[in-house]
């Protein structure tokens, strides 16, 4: 046999053909953006080289007669609980290249899923359930400062009453549920456009990310957040005032004070002219702001934000979940935002460097729970809304998250995967063979806005009724009698400390 | 008359249309059989084509034109338009294989049959329950078999 080099034949992934029912037609060929099918002039039919292939499931989704399956490679390193084969496989990778790992979305590590370990409550006789097909329930959420008291006024001749007190701007949301930051230049301009319908067409919003907002996308500006992160690309003032709300990125769950990097060969004419930067450039976001150093420079550039938009729309802080991070929302909500979203450490990415990724940061459950018990204990927590990211995968996890004391979530990978992600982890490298985290004509044209709109504004709607249904088994008809209800959530399997973090007791209690 | 309309904005090259064509145009009605067997051995050929040139690639087929250039260039009266359906009938029987069709359609929507004397072309899956089945098949709705 030739020699290979030791990478070469560690691959991965094996792609298994059933020459039964493969017919030849080479539409894995022509979907494979890693080259890992061709046609093989000399025999005449499609061969693969499973070295290349790097788990999309693109070709199994789209061969016609089901005649690709791809598998782990199913040879494995001698068993060692220590040295697992990704040691093995980062050290002969780093061994030949000297550089650093890169990763694309979230930490795969085995890290504890809290979701998972919480259990809801559900009425019985003493409190009666809601069947949510026949009574209404309420998702409507709004996200801003809620003002400590009341005032109304009313007009004694008319007996009119208003609201006296001044309302600072909020969001109204009509399911609990946002699309996650991810910018035009990550993810294609197909994709941008299906987030800004679907949030328009389901109430709610999507978040710009750090890529600018191109000007086709003005008019969904009621349901966009506008993000200014460290790079500060495509922030100028017609940006800031085309968002519902602004939000100042300061750290992000998958790569917590690590910046971002746009590779220049995604920068195509569009992304340049809304990003503001050359075609072909590479965009690097450092990982500070180098105007904010303390959460004074912070508060003032809250305030800069909000005399730009002239205080008609809310400023959010987005913070990565990491060690103190109730402190951190504590000084954050003083300085004057209206929103913070936590992130936590399994959010994903377009690029993160992989031990950042896999070894930086908490869950976002742990966090959550501090930061709500913590504005509640200092008496602010009126003064922000809290929004949780990273990694939240389904309603149960939206719901447990809001009887933690989120007011809302978002959701990134989720809603890649409902246009197709298989997390494959390659956005880095630009070829995404589902059109996703891709710029490449030919591959962002796999994504067609009008289909992908119909799935994300099919995900919000699924995922509100299964809220409501779980509500109304809990005996709640709004999602506001459940945020930070912690007496709905019961533990399993967790010890002491975890539960006092969680701030739930364990279930049978 | 409802007809295939191509989009090339969301073409993605797959080519599943022509598989679907083949499969649909096929005494089994099977994928595997009919490129198997039927296309090596009766030329079974798709009556679509895509065509493709760097980024850009669009699935051609007859256009079922108002006023078509083959049926006035057809010498034998193989090729007519049904007055009640809108559609460019194709006779087979009477199809001289003279491939004046072929060079008249503006489209390079008529193919030659592959090993007869014969033209392939589209007939939007007549009697096909569904419509065509090239429709069917785009994973990506680059094609929709509307009136416009």
């Known amino acids: ?509 | 008359m409802k007809r295939v309309y191509p989009d090339k904005e969301y073409c993605i090259g797959c080519h599943l249309c022509e598989v679907a064509c083949i499969t649909a145009h096929s005494r089994s009605k099977d994928a595997i059989i009919a490129f198997r067997e039927e296309r090596t051995k009766d030329g079974l050929t798709a009556c679509k084509k895509v065509f493709e040139k760097g980024d850009i690639c669009v699935a051609i087929s007859c256009r079922h034109c108002d006023e078509p250039s083959c049926v006035a260039a057809c010498i034998s009266g193989g090729l007519h338009k049904d007055p009640e359906t809108g559609r460019t009938v194709y006779d087979r029987d009477k199809c001289v294989g003279c491939w004046s069709c072929l060079m008249a359609c503006p489209y390079g929507a008529i193919k030659r049959h592959p090993t007869e004397n014969k033209i392939v072309k589209c007939d939007l899956c007549e009697g096909r329950e569904g419509g065509p089945a090239c429709v069917a098949a785009c994973p990506n709705q680059a094609l929709k078999f509307e009136e416009r």
Not at chain 1, 39 to 64: F, T, Y
Not at chain 1, 465 to 474: A, R, T
């Open chain 1, 1 to 509: 046999m030739l020699f290979q080099p030791i990478n070469k034949n560690y691959h991965e992934f094996c792609i298994q053909r059933d020459p039964e029912l493969c017919i030849n037609c080479k539409v894995c060929v022509r979907q494979c953006s890693y080259e890992a099918h061709y046609w093989d002039e000399a025999r005449q039919k499609v061969m693969h080289d499973n070295s290349k292939c790097i788990g999309c499931h693109r070709c199994e989704a789209l061969c016609p007669t089901a005649a690709l399956n791809i598998i782990k490679k199913p040879s494995d390193f001698r068993t060692n609980s220590l040295w697992r084969p990704v040691f093995l496989q980062n050290i002969y990778k780093q061994a030949d290249t000297g550089g650093v790992l890169l990763a694309g979305m979230g930490s795969p590590v085995d890290i504890p899923v809290y979701w998972d370990r919480m259990l809801l409550d559900a009425s019985q006789v003493t409190n009666p359930s809601i069947d949510p097909l026949r009574e209404p329930m309420e998702l409507k959420t709004f996200l801003g400062a809620k003002p400590r008291k009341v005032e109304i006024e009313t007009d004694r001749k008319t007996g009119r009453t208003t609201l006296k007190t001044k309302l600072t701007p909020q969001l109204e949301l009509d399911v609990p549920i946002m699309f996650a930051a991810m910018s035009f230049g990550a993810i294609n301009f197909n994709l941008h456009r299906a987030m800004a319908r679907a949030a328009t067409e389901c109430g709610t919003y999507y978040n710009t990310g750090e890529g600018g907002l191109h000007k086709t996308l003005y008019k969904y500006g009621e349901h966009t957040i506008v993000q200014v992160a460290s790079g500060r690309f495509g922030v100028h003032r017609d940006y800031l005032r085309a968002g519902a709300a602004i939000e100042i990125k300061v750290g992000q769950g998958a790569k917590p004070g690590i910046g971002g990097h746009l590779p220049g060969g995604k920068v195509n004419d569009k992304v340049s002219e809304t990003r503001m930067i050359p075609i072909g450039s590479d965009a690097i976001s450092p990982a500070p702001h180098h105007d904010i150093y303390s959460i004074e420079d912070l508060l003032q550039l809250i305030y800069a934000l909000k005399e730009a938009s002239e205080y008609k729309a809310p400023v959010s802080v987005k913070i990565a979940a990491v060690h103190n991070v109730a402190a951190i929302a504590s000084g954050i909500a003083r300085a004057g935002a209206d929103i913070i979203t936590i992130d936590g450490m399994r959010g994903g990415t377009g690029a993160a460097p992989a031990m950042i990724r896999d070894n930086v940061g908490i869950p976002i459950e742990l966090a959550l729970a501090q930061v709500d018990q913590r504005l509640r204990d200092e008496g602010i927590r009126n003064k922000v809304s809290v929004v949780a990211a990273g990694g939240i995968r389904c309603s149960g996890d939206v719901i447990k998250a809001i009887a933690l004391g989120a007011d809302a979530v978002y959701i990134g990978t989720a809603t890649l995967i409902a246009v197709g992600c298989t997390i494959c982890g390659r956005c880095y490298t630009g070829k995404c063979p589902w059109g996703i985290a891709t710029n490449d004509p030919k591959l962002s044209k796999r994504q067609n806005p009008d289909i992908a709109a119909r799935k994300l504004a099919n995900l919000i709607r699924a995922w509100g009724h299964e809220i409501e249904e779980m509500l109304g088994g809990m005996g709640l008809n709004s999602i506001e009698s459940l945020r930070g209800n912690r007496d709905k959530l019961r533990g399993v399997g967790l010890s002491d400390t975890e539960l006092d973090i969680l701030g739930i007791k364990h279930a049978g209690r």
